[in-house]
């Protein structure tokens, strides 16, 4: 193992971690100016934010009361910073720390961790593997706002997006063959992606999102090879405003009218199960996909801290370490 210090600093959403946390965490997510963002938005976003936190929070207490009162998020990213800590430990001293953007650990405490270990470098990996200003944008600019009174003689690496990453594809197309294998005949089976949606005027305003969504969906398809049907669709819409569609529920519908009767359903833009997937996915979509008429209605799970998915996040700080160390040199040069 090197004696170089090492920091990862591994961004996710977070989530409320009891019933009685949806509301403060749903009104940190409101007033995200990323998330909440129109003319004189700085003088309404707060209350605004508070109205929707109040009213959604009723709404999803059950969906959070039926995957057991929380979000799990938190424990799957702890899985996941754990396992790549022990792997990057092979070459560095390593020490990977997470980064909740609207609950617990905050950044503010990832960046009083950071400074605690004192890494001569840090690499910041955010756990959306496709890039928008709504998250990754949003995390990294948190970030730095924190951490622009840190060492400054620290260099800081930023992963921006992994969409096509051949190790990150792999991870998703071994998952989705394993879940596959749970059918009869996979030449009967409808393979729906799901990606989170975002508002249109966001991509409008030139976000890589949904194009880097497609791009994976591609590879992951081209990889795989299935004799399956083949479907993207968007779920998890907030509000009045004009999302990314089909919604997974006008998908399932139509699948369903065609003559569908498998289905398995891929979260392609979640590496983490959490309320998304486990209930707006496999239990609320169940029920639709079920009163449609399909009979055989499947999710594959997240990858969560799988051992191909670690070994991607691992080859990617790698590569950004390597990296900037060649750009080192050929400066010096």
């Known amino acids: ?9 591994l961004f996710q959403l977070g989530g409320p971690d009891s019933i009685d ?3 403060p965490f749903l009104f940190n997510l409101f007033s995200d100016p990323e998330i909440i963002d129109f003319p004189l938005a700085r003088l309404a976003r707060e209350p605004l934010a508070r109205l929707i936190a109040g009213l959604r929070s009723r ?10 009162g929380k979000s799990p998020i938190l424990e799957f990213t702890r899985q996941q910073a754990e396992a790549l800590e022990r792997e990057l430990r092979r070459d560095f ?53 924190l951490y ?16 096509d990453d051949p190790a990150y594809i ?3 197309t071994t998952t989705v063959d394993n879940a596959l294998a749970g059918f009869g005949n996979p030449a009967q089976v409808e393979i729906v992606f799901t990606a989170h949606s975002v508002p249109v ?27 399956c049907g083949r479907h993207l669709c968007y779920q998890s819409r907030v509000g009045p405003l004009k999302w990314l569609r089909p919604s997974l529920r006008e998908r399932l519908e139509s699948l369903a009218a ?53 070994a991607a996040l691992a080859g990617l700080v790698r590569r950004a370490v390597a990296s900037s160390e060649t750009t080192r040199g050929a400066a010096a040069d």
Request: aromatic share 10%.
């Open 1 to 9: 193992m090197s004696s170089r210090r090492l920091g990862v600093v």
């Open 21 to 23: 946390a949806i509301e």
């Open 59 to 68: 709404h999803v207490a059950h969906h959070y009361g039926a995957i057991g």
């Open 93 to 145: 001293d390593a020490r990977v720390v997470i980064a909740m953007r609207y609950w617990g650990p905050t950044t503010e405490q990832a960046v009083l961790e950071m400074a605690s270990f004192g890494p001569d470098r840090i690499v910041l990996l955010p756990l959306y593997p496709q890039y928008s200003k709504t998250t990754t944008g949003s995390s990294v600019r948190e970030w730095n706002r």
């Open 148 to 163: 622009s009174a840190g060492d400054q003689d620290t260099r800081t690496d930023f992963i921006r997006d992994y969409h």
């Open 170 to 172: 792999y991870a998703i």
């Open 201 to 227: 005027a966001v991509i409008e305003s030139g976000d890589p999102y949904q194009r880097q969504i497609e791009r994976t969906v591609e590879l992951v398809s081209a990889r795989g090879g299935w004799p």
């Open 258 to 310: 065609a003559g569908a009767r498998r289905v398995l359903i891929v979260p392609i833009s979640f590496v983490s199960d959490h309320v998304e997937t486990l209930y707006e996915i496999d239990i609320e979509h169940r029920a639709i996909a079920e009163r449609a008429g399909i009979a055989d209605y499947r999710m594959m799970p997240g990858l969560n801290n799988s051992p191909r998915f670690v």
